[in-house]
């Protein structure tokens, strides 16, 4: 059965001059924090079909011989603890110290931190030259013991550099966003594709659009001008293209004009329903 003395070892690169990390040479660089949040909310049932998956689930087992992945989630049976139970663990404990880890409440983080330090989980990085996608970049070799180093590693990193960490407007999820003012996360939300940023783009507009009144009175005259132009009913309301984009045109000036006050509002509204 596999055991903690039948440890994984791997090699995490960390580049010097951005948030660049490698887990293992071979693996493609990605954006320190991501596979840590891809694991956390990562559906481990699907290992119970499809065994082969633990691949997928984070770049340290994406090297796993077939033997190696059946050990794992067999686990041990004198413990009742298969791999898939220990990875659930991990799932709960390390979203928990995630967000104590990066709030703004200074003792919270410091029980985070206390958490960490009580476990020696990487020995001191090497600083080597590392080829990454044929680009040579400097980057510090860290020698980690088992998956559980991974997690820890990656959690330390982000509160080190101070990583943004926030939870999705949409979904609850926790993301690094690019920048500090994006409040939605990039994860697939809806079947037909969207995203949560997608959605979120949309009730933002739809927020501003019920509280301005031209706008709103925008919207409408778009919606009903651009069906004019792709569903029309009767002839004569057909629109060409060449008409809507000229409408168009026309309609979005006069917004922001009625706006800053050069024509009456009111009859920038009256124009839009013709």
Do not use: H
């Given at each position: 059965m596999f055991s903690e003395n039948n440890k994984k070892y791997i090699h995490i690169y960390v580049d010097l001059t951005d948030e660049t990390v490698c887990f293992h040479s071979v693996s493609a660089p990605?954006?320190?924090?991501?596979n840590f949040l891809d694991f956390i909310y990562a559906d481990l049932k699907i290992l119970e079909a499809q065994p082969e998956k633990l691949k997928d689930i984070h770049p340290y087992f994406s090297l796993w011989t077939e033997e190696m992945t059946r050990e794992f989630l067999a686990g041990d049976d004198a413990k009742e603890d298969s791999g898939q139970s220990r990875l659930e663990k991990y799932q709960k404990t390390y979203k928990n110290l995630l967000e104590t880890g990066t709030s703004e409440a200074e003792d919270i983080r410091e029980e985070t931190l206390h958490y960490l330090h009580r476990h020696s989980f990487y020995s001191n990085a090497?600083?080597?030259?590392?080829?990454?996608?044929?680009e040579n970049r400097w980057m510090l070799d860290y020698f980690l013991r088992g998956f559980e180093d991974c997690l820890m590693f990656e959690l330390m990193e982000m509160m080190r550099r101070h990583t943004i960490v926030k939870a999705c407007?949409?979904?609850?999820?926790?993301?690094?966003?690019?920048?500090?003012?994006?409040?939605?996360?990039?994860?697939?939300?809806?079947e037909d594709g969207r995203t949560c940023s997608d959605v979120g783009y949309m009730k933002t507009f739809a927020k501003t659009v019920k509280k301005d009144d031209l706008l709103q009175a925008y919207t409408r005259a778009y919606k009903a001008h651009y069906?004019?132009?792709?569903?029309?009913?009767?002839?004569?309301?057909?629109?060409?293209?060449?008409?809507?984009?000229?409408?168009?045109?026309?309609?979005?000036?006069?917004l922001e004009m009625a706006r800053q006050g050069k024509v009456d509002p009111e009859a920038y509204k009256e124009w839009l329903k013709k």
């Open positions: 990605c954006r320190l924090g991501k090497t600083l080597i030259r590392q080829t990454v996608k044929n407007k949409n979904c609850g999820r926790l993301f690094i966003p690019k920048r500090s003012n994006i409040d939605y996360c990039s994860r697939i939300f809806s069906a004019r132009m792709t569903k029309p009913r009767k002839k004569a309301a057909n629109m060409t293209r060449e008409a809507f984009e000229a409408w168009y045109k026309q309609a979005k000036e006069g």
